[in-house]
T-cell receptor, first 113, second 115 residues
Framework: AQSVTQLDSQVPVFEEAPVELRCNYS??????LFWYVQYPNQGLQLLLK??????LVKGINGFEAEFNKSQTSFHLRKPSVHISDTAEYFC???????????FGKGTSLLVTP | DAGVIQSPRHEVTEMGQEVTLRCKPI?????LFWYRQTMMRGLELLIY????????DSGMPEDRFSAKMPNASFSTLKIQPSEPRDSAVYFC?????????????FGSGTRLTVV
């Protein structure tokens, strides 16, 4: 079954610094990969997705992710973070059916001045 | 569009009571998903529907949990009887076909506390 591992449970970073949130997936077949963001007391919001094609995917709020098949990774990056980026970030992979998503445990991004 | 609407936002109930969580998906979305979020287990898929038909309920913890989708605009998740270990945030999400192309739209969740 497809699964993802988010390697960092918490990532503290200073405002305007770059950040990378790591995600590795396990799958023996083609996969669809997603990053979601969850702000406190809210549902999850789609940041970006990789289905096929270009391995560099751009999303909302200045985030981007790179699909690396040889390393089975899909890391999320932002060149300069804002205080408002403080949130929980989830990596997800489609399951065998392609319709349901399996989520990682999440990475808490804390941006401080 | 009002998005995916879940009710109630918060529910506190006593152990043994029946709890019903409600979800109104976005109009035109063919898929509806129920997830549970806890600190220990993260986000777990409970069940999903396609055109009101349950497709995969393998994530439903046990017989105490049941879900229905009587029509395209309404779904319920029922727990009877409830137990303290059911305390979690329950999310409903919907998607048009195919879900992998669009991703999900999540509701704001229902925070359930069973005491």
């Amino acid at each position: 079954a497809q699964s993802v591992t988010q390697l960092d449970s918490q990532v503290p970073v200073f405002e305007e610094a770059p950040v990378e949130l790591r995600c590795n997936y396990s799958s023996s077949v083609s996969v669809y990969l997603f990053w979601y963001v969850q702000y406190p007391n809210q549902g999850l919001q789609l940041l970006l997705k990789y289905l096929s094609g270009s391995t560099l995917v751009k999303g909302i709020n200045g985030f981007e992710a790179e699909f690396n098949k040889s390393q089975t990774s899909f890391h999320l990056r932002k060149p300069s973070v804002h205080i408002s980026d403080t949130a929980e970030y989830f990596c997800a992979v489609s399951d065998d059916s392609g319709y349901a998503l399996n989520f990682g445990k999440g990475t808490s991004l804390l941006v401080t001045p | 569009d009002a998005g995916v609407i879940q009710s109630p936002r918060h529910e506190v109930t006593e152990m043994g009571q029946e709890v019903t969580l409600r979800c109104k998906p976005i109009s035109g979305h063919d898929y509806l998903f129920w997830y549970r979020q806890t600190m220990m287990r993260g986000l777990e898929l409970l069940i999903y529907f396609n055109n009101n038909v349950p497709i995969d309920d393998s994530g439903m913890p046990e017989d105490r949990f049941s879900a229905k989708m009587p029509n395209a605009s309404f779904s319920t998740l029922k727990i009877q009887p409830s137990e303290p270990r059911d305390s979690a945030v329950y999310f409903c999400a919907s998607s048009p076909y195919p879900p992998e192309n669009y991703g999900y739209t999540f509701g704001s969740g229902t925070r359930l506390t069973v005491v």
